[in-house]
């Protein structure tokens, strides 16, 4: 379970109060969206959950099973269950799509204890996945990200999800930079995913990923607080009327 | 105030003199032989060790590091060389290829595969042996290199090394290994590698420099002479014990219709210095360098190289990388000269360095000086550190730091490391690329 509570954030560098006292509790199994507006926090929240340097938390917690989650390094959060699918995946020259899913599993596995894959269970792991995400082989033997359109690199984070098995998923902006025929696939992807032992954070600008990853409950954030919850038929209402009704009110 | 015509002043320059007086009878060669040290010493006499006022050397103070020069090591017996080569990492292991081996500055016959590479066509001799015979054009060097500090330092005290030939056609079936390597007693050595390759000749040549103790000063000479429409790559591996001072040069001359390669990779030695003069003198020919140098903790490397293109379309490719560790030093200065009739010249050179620390230290110095109107001629420099935001992407998919840091160190020179293209080659430098990155994390 992902708890947070009353996180005030800024920018490490210039002192810019980005999170204004965020509670948000995230049950194991449930799909929640967060909607705002651009510069409302959205995704300053999702790289403060990932353990991203350039904030500084200076108030309230994550707790996330029952550890703070600030306390860990972006790693040990990894190896926690935490995975942040990338609003703008990096590309990497020089380091092999497959050497680094290898990389980062195994790496996993060695913090939580468990023995490291073999190289045919992996590679039998890395087939199934990305068969089912229309990622191709060759695709996976060339440097990460680099030179892969914006769906692929969309596709790359969500297979790196779907190996990782992470506990706690937040995607930031999935949707963005995807037509209708990569959303479909995306989206699908994170569908097989949901289980009752698996939470989602997804943080969107509009309505229509929602429509194929259905959340549990969507709240509304602007200027740094979540200003507005309910259920999917939120999504809908903000997709109506804009933000303007939620950020006035909490202006 | 009159001006003096400059005396030795430091306790190394007198070193070197004093080794100069005591050993020069006993130098092999004939008297031309002995008339090009007598030149090369008397010209030392005038300038000493190159210094930071030295143009060429303003980033590697020679004089300022040399501290003593200890005595020009002596031939050590076949059992006492076959034994420090045996305290020494082989390199290449297992891999299969012909082995030559110097040590101490001195090449020894009984340790060396001669016969076996005389069956596949490539004669081996002792420098010492062949210098009395035919001394005067295996001294000779090309006008880029014969008025350096180290070369002609070299012309001065070189008493052992070996003339590799490669007969019109040859073509070696395995890769030679040279290996140099010094002793555990601090000494100086001065050997010179002279590798010949006749019309249409193919070798791939693999030198290691290996081994040394704290003062050890080594300062070598591989002269490369790739006839028309030779194929010869040439990698050479320094990592020397950390308290040597290594000075390396690598001269290659290429006829006609000739491809060279020339690989370099420096991890070893505090104070290092890897030279590479390469004269075209053929129409056609392409030379391709890659420079893979890794330093850290005090230490000092610097790779510098002129390309002169004297004669018309003849390619140059450079792509040197550097990483600087906490504390260390790098230089790269590349010069490339485009002659007035070498029209169609394509010459690109490329260095890029990473520093892994806020002390670390990176100097470059690329220059281009163009004499034909009809050329193409790039050079490009950066200099960075790991980038936060692929360290941060790494680490959010679980891989811890130091692990992360190495594999953008390991993506930072994968570049040059694609390039090298010898399987042998890529394997020995891939291992020892890790070991240095794991003894750092």
């Given at each position: 379970m992902l708890e947070i509570k009353n996180l005030h954030a800024r920018i490490a560098e210039d002192g810019t109060e980005i999170l204004r006292g965020i509670d948000l509790v995230v049950k194991p199994g449930e799909v929640h969206a967060i909607m705002g507006p651009n510069g409302s926090g959205k995704s300053t929240l999702s790289y403060i959950l990932a353990g991203k340097d350039d904030y500084e938390v200076t108030e309230g917690d994550i707790v996330y099973n029952g550890q703070s989650l600030l306390e860990l390094a972006p790693d040990e959060r990894a190896a926690a269950g935490v995975f942040l699918a990338f609003q703008y995946p990096i590309e990497i020259p020089g380091v092999a799509t497959m050497t680094f899913l290898k990389t980062a599993l195994n790496a996993q596995r060695k913090a939580r204890g468990e023995e490291e894959l073999s190289t045919p269970e992996f590679m039998k792991r890395v087939k199934d996945k990305a068969g089912e995400l229309q990622i191709t082989m060759d695709m996976l033997k060339?440097?990460?990200?680099?030179?892969?359109s914006g769906g692929e690199k969309k596709r790359a984070e969500i297979l790196q999800m779907a190996l990782l098995q992470p506990s706690l998923c937040v995607l930031d902006e999935t949707d963005s930079g995807l037509d209708i025929d990569a959303l479909k696939v995306v989206s699908d992807g994170v569908n097989r995913l949901r289980g009752p032992d698996r939470s989602f954070v997804v943080i969107t600008h509009y309505q229509r990923l929602l429509d194929h990853i259905v959340p549990d409950v969507v709240h509304v954030l602007s200027k740094g607080r979540i200003v507005k919850t309910g259920g999917p038929e939120l999504a809908l209402e903000l997709e109506k009327n804009g933000y303007a009704d939620f950020v006035d009110a909490a202006a | 105030m009159t001006i003096e015509p400059r005396t030795l002043e430091t306790r190394a320059e007198t070193d070197l003199a004093e080794a100069y007086y005591r050993d020069r009878d006993a130098l092999p060669g004939g008297a031309a032989v002995a008339e090009i040290r007598k030149s090369a010493f008397d010209a030392f006499r005038k300038s000493g060790l190159p210094h930071r006022r030295v143009e060429e050397w303003k980033y590697s103070d020679l004089r300022a590091r040399l501290k003593s020069v200890p005595a020009f090591a002596a031939r050590r017996s076949d059992d006492e060389a076959k034994a420090a080569v045996a305290a020494l990492d082989d390199v290449y292991g297992a891999a299969d290829r012909y082995r030559l081996v110097i040590v101490d500055g001195h090449f020894h016959a009984g340790l060396s595969d001669v016969a076996a590479l005389a069956a596949a066509g490539a004669s081996v001799r002792p420098l010492a042996e062949a210098l009395v015979e035919q001394g005067e054009s295996l001294m000779q060097l090309p006008e880029i290199a014969a008025g350096d500090a180290a070369t002609g330092l070299n012309a001065v005290f070189c008493a052992d090394g070996l003339v590799l030939s490669l007969a019109e056609g040859a073509s070696l079936d395995k890769p030679v290994e040279i290996v140099h390597a010094l002793s555990a007693a601090a000494a100086s050595t001065s050997e010179r590698v002279i590798v010949t390759a006749a019309k249409g000749a193919k070798a791939i040549v693999l030198e290691t420099f290996v081994g040394g103790a704290e003062g050890s000063f080594s300062n070598t000479l591989t002269d490369i002479r790739a006839g028309d429409e030779a194929e010869v790559t040439v990698a050479r591996l320094q990592a020397e014990a950390a308290g040597t001072t290594h000075i390396g040069t690598a001269v290659v001359t290429l006829g006609a219709e000739t491809k060279v390669k020339l690989i370099g990779a420096g991890i070893g030695s505090g104070f290092a210095r890897h030279q590479s003069f390469i004269a075209f003198t053929g129409e056609g020919s392409r030379a391709d360098l890659l420079g893979i140098t890794m330093v850290r903790a005090g230490q000092h490397v610097d790779q510098t190289l002129v390309v002169d293109h004297a004669v018309p379309h003849c390619d140059s490719r450079e792509l040197f990388k550097t990483v600087v560790g906490e504390g260390a030093k790098g230089i790269f200065q590349g010069k490339i000269i485009v002659r007035p009739h070498a029209q169609k010249t394509d010459g690109q050179m490329m260095t890029q360095s990473l520093l892994l620390s806020d002390d670390a230290e990176m100097s470059l110095k690329p220059e281009l000086e163009i004499f034909a109107d009809d050329v193409q001629c790039a050079h490009g420099a950066t200099s960075g550190q790991i980038d936060e935001d692929l360290l941060f992407y790494l680490r959010s998919r679980g891989i811890p730091e130091a692990e992360a840091r190495t594999l953008l160190v390991l993506a930072f020179l994968s570049e040059a490391v694609e390039e090298i293209g010898e399987e042998i080659v890529v394997e020995a430098f891939e291992e020892r690329i890790r070991a240095w990155l794991d003894a750092g994390a």
């Open positions: 060339r440097p990460l990200n680099v030179g892969f | -």
